[in-house]
């Protein structure tokens, strides 16, 4: 389906505005009125500029109160429609947005409406344009989308039709399954908005807390299904009145809203049978299968010698040096981490890479959703792993051909060759290669049992919930509910996603503004799950790791919740290791310290525990003096 | 009354808070939990911190789900109940706060509470504590503070009381009168805070958007006045949970916490009668009469000959330069601008001086209600005028004795001698030392007739809500609902403060987070008003004014919304002159270019209109190439 965005959703001028929306591929836009008002351009060079990027114009908005109205003030209001029509024949737009009266003044008579609607229809025909009349949820007496229609249907007008917006219907908790009794073509114009159920009046939510389609909680999926089958096929336009995108750059927000586009069509089609015809029209991504496995994580360092330390104390093995560049490669059981130097710039979570069937699909449907593609130079005979920027990080995919990545460090077992590291030994000579094989490959006793938990990483307010769809939708994670978590800097808002059986587990934590510019300040972390948390505690003291110090004060709440025993107790404060429980079961944890930006966390989840130790995430940051 | 704030109202660890509270006066803090648990600090370091700094510590908080629940579930919270008051102990904090239970668990039975709450203060009795029973708002069974006081009257237990929390009880809509009949010693402690009417679910609205006394909708008077007549002695306590304080500098936060609790003191004192013996634990301040005139704007600028001309283009006089400073007095008729040299700082509000009775008192208003003061150097023999600082920018205060500070200038015409410039000339002789008075003090025909309208000032988002309680506390101006306008960088939040009589009327805009490090590129404002604004342009331009250009498009659209005749908008076109209106009248208005990041604006209220061109303002940004 055409995809279009209302001028009002991002910043800058209405020619910045146009540039940005042609930028990242979206083919029409609506004018909304404002930034034609305060435009130095005239609107013949607005629709000039427009044609020559390929935008197509495909709405003016709004026009208020024109119906329902003393016929005086509809007089009045008449008047005031010529001027606009006029003004579209300049601009060369087709369609008029006409919103349910909200003016006090406004009657509760249906008749008059229908037949001011028509009268209005009239003039606007007599120039070739139409009216699309949408129900505002907060309208004086026309508030629900069905009423519009009735409304519409009595105006018996070829220029009147609906203008469906699905805040306004979703918002309310409407069901959108009559719009498919609405004739398709008297659907004039669909708006499409998400939002997260904030528990606001409609109307400050709607004014300032709409989000992109998949960034909050509407059902749009049956929304979408439910216009196809009443034959819509207009453009699928995004009206989202959202504070920060306000003040976010204008050709990133574009981007983001042609993401979400795309990957709600995606999903359609997911929700419809394959050999429905309703299909037709929407656009389709590369499909991939949900990624289950991260292959490995790439951590840019300039401190690879502690960070080593830390890694090799909590049970990896430098199994490799890469042959070529000044990469090292660290392997416990089937987790892989990459050193790769960061000279002066701390350390963070450079890439990760997860598994797919095919990486090139997976790249592709990537960069079809906005994600621009990274590049990382190879020789020709290395393995050229594809990827995408995605946020502070870049995501690479690895599938079986892509395995033998490994080889480039020496490390005879390919990256996928879980379990077959024993028949790897005869492909030795073709690692060989200048690479430095420095461990076994098969890591200490500790290490063969460690299992990538999940990862941990940042991102800053203004881009959290893009990249969190961003992640969503190239991997087909599925998000859980957000949890705030308090810092002594503010409160960090944390999502997971997880992959559906949860072999990814994926946390996104939201930088407070105040350490927005400082984010050494606010590490990233890598969590690895062992059998036992304790005995890796143990083991990771005497190979010489100091654990993040936890205050005294945090194990005497710990008894006190939890009637721990004494003995248990001390064991847990002298090797630093935090306990918290859920429904189910309880975690055993302990973190390293932080290197530049970047800190390890070994845990152990007993009893089918899921959560993330929120009772201790504070604890932590405290304990990492963050702030 | 003693002041007192929960630490986890603000930033820091708990050591900084601690150090944060006492520099700013308060008598004591709340210890909540958490701040404790992620502390390093033992309990006895804590204490003997606070003894140090002169805080007392008046509440441990919060203990959750303790009672109404079955009795192993009880028995259990028994346990924890005795670890918290053995840590209490050595906390030396005498009283705990104990929530109304929300676990799923909880009983609905007020036998079996009230009977646990006595069990539960027989425990604490033994320890010589008291617990404060609160019902919170989303309480499972207990949300009213009249079934807590309810409860604890039935339990019986001269160490259960209950905590009243302003946020439970009127976020609900609750009637606080009834506080007055419960016994003041049975009222162990009082929380409060202040809210904005965001129709949001009670549990998100108070986790996150609770403001201080005063910044907020609640009528917290009244509710002060029910604790006096019930007898309450205990401290005023704020416990504020809001994200931007949170991130915020906590030295900064506490002050405007202070000062909230000052203020809320002194409305209350003024709610009574004089005579009311109900008014003596009330701390007062130094009172003054609402501020009902500037005096004089201080424009700081490193461009004086631009502002200079644009001040003399709108009807200013260059009346005189100062004898020692770099500084030169412009008058219109009363009005009066200083400009003062900015090197390199682009041209802003150094400083606004209001005409009070008593400047002395006027500042150590503002002082006892936190600002700092601000010092400008002078000689013995100049008027000092004292000071303070008010956000971005400086608050002077005059009064008839001060009101020959203009003579400095060379200026005959005392500040405050406003219709008495006849007399004036006698007195060159006092004028005479040094400075020149350049004009004749009269200013020309225009400028005779130009009143001061508003100013118009920016503060940043973090630093909003408290500078507008700082000018509403200290000059006892009074807020209008605040407006959104939209710029192309984002939302601009509005609010109007204005003396009872309109005499000063003052704008605060919060600057988009995207400009927040670009103050040059969000202009302030002064503007005047003149009895006929196109006369007024006209003039301006004879003198050379190039006033700041209106695009097209927004005259075609007030000929579209107005029906303004073609004659007429060709004028308004030609000097840029604005329109807009609103019920009773209509508002015709210019704008200069901005000099730095200053602009004046000229306008003409016409038929008794109150606003301040709310539909112009993105216009005109857009025009000042905001964003």
């Known amino acids: 389906m055409r995809t279009c965005l209302a001028t009002v959703c991002i910043s800058g001028s209405l020619e910045e505005k146009l540039d940005a929306c042609a930028a990242a591929g979206l083919d029409g836009v609506e004018i909304f009125e404002q930034d034609l008002i305060t435009s130095a351009s005239t609107p013949e060079e607005i629709r ?23 016929e005086p003030l509809f007089e009045k209001a008449l008047g005031r429609l010529g001027a606009k029509l006029e003004l579209m024949d300049r601009l060369g737009i087709d369609t008029l947005l006409v919103c349910s009266t909200v003016s ?10 229908a037949s001011q609607l028509r009268r209005a229809g009239e003039l606007a025909a007599a120039r070739g344009k139409r009216l699309a009349y949408e129900a505002l949820a907060w309208g004086t007496h026309v508030n629900t989308y069905w009423h519009s229609w009735e409304l519409v249907r009595a105006a018996d007008h070829p220029a009147v039709g609906v203008c469906l917006d699905s805040f306004h219907i979703l918002s309310k908790g409407d069901d959108p399954e009559r719009i ?72 990133v927000t574009v981007v983001d809203g042609q993401r979400s586009l795309r990957w709600l069509q995606q999903r359609v089609r997911g929700a419809l049978d394959p050999s429905d ?83 090139g699909a997976a790249s592709e449907r990537a960069q079809a959703l906005g994600a621009d593609r990274a590049a990382r130079p190879v020789t020709p005979d290395e393995a050229a792993l594809p990827g995408v920027d995605a946020g502070r990080w870049q995501l690479f995919f690895v599938d079986a051909e892509l395995a033998r990545w490994t ?34 490959g098969l890591g200490s006793n500790a290490g063969a049992s460690l299992v990538l938990d999940h990862l941990n990483l940042t991102e800053e307010r203004g881009r959290f919930t893009a990249t969190v769809l961003l992640l969503e939708s190239v991997l087909r994670l599925v998000r859980q509910d957000p949890v705030d978590v308090p810092s002594r800097r503010g409160l960090i808002r944390s999502q997971v996603l997880q992959s559906p059986d949860a072999g990814v587990r994926w946390v996104l ?49 710990l008894a006190a919740r939890y009637g721990v025993d004494a003995q248990t107790l001390a064991t847990w404060r002298e090797l630093g290791v935090l306990y918290d429980a859920d429904a189910s079961g309880g975690l055993l944890h302990f973190y390293t310290r932080t290197v530049g930006g970047l800190f390890l966390e070994v845990l152990q989840r007993v009893d089918g525990y899921t959560g993330y130790g929120p009772a201790d995430a504070p604890v932590r940051l405290a304990a ?4």
């Open 48 to 70: 000039a500029r427009a044609a020559r990027l390929g935008l197509s114009l495909d709405l003016y908005q709004p026009f208020r109160d024109l119906v329902g109205l003393p």
């Open 104 to 113: 006090p003044d406004s009657v509760d008579d249906d008749e008059l409406v």
């Open 180 to 251: 498919a009794q609405i004739p398709g073509e008297k659907i004039f114009f669909v708006q499409l908005a998400d939002a997260q159920p904030l528990g606001m009046e409609v109307l400050p939510w709607s004014r300032h807390h709409r989000l992109f389609p998949g960034e909050g909680g509407f059902e749009l999926v049956g929304f979408v299904v439910a216009l196809l089958r009443a034959g819509y096929t207009g453009p699928l336009s995004l009206e989202i009145f959202n504070d920060v995108f306000r003040e976010a750059d204008p050709a």
């Open 277 to 359: 015809p309703l299909r037709e029209p929407l656009t389709a991504l590369p499909k991939i299968e949900p990624v289950q496995a991260v292959d490995h994580v790439e951590i840019g360092t300039d401190a690879p010698d502690e960070l080593g330390a830390q890694l090799a104390a909590v049970g990896f093995t430098l199994v490799g040096r890469h042959r070529r560049k000044d990469a090292l490669l660290f392997r416990a059981g089937d987790t892989r981490v990459v050193i790769t130097p960061r000279h002066g710039g701390g350390t963070g979570i450079a890439s990760v890479a997860v598994v797919v069937a095919d990486a």
């Open 407 to 440: 080889r480039e460090f020496g490390d005879t077992q390919d990256s996928l060759a879980a379990g077959a590291a024993a028949d790897a030994g005869s492909d030795a000579e073709t690692a060989g290669d200048g690479a430095t094989a420095v461990g076994n």
């Open 509 to 557: 934590n939201q930088v407070p503004e105040a350490l927005a510019h400082r984010s050494e300040r606010f590490p990233v972390h890598v969590a690895l799950s062992v059998p036992d948390a304790v005995a890796a505690a143990r083991s990771a003291a005497r190979a010489g790791l100091r654990p993040l110090p936890i205050p005294e004060n945090y194990y005497e709440d």
């Open 624 to 627: 990492q003096a963050i702030g």
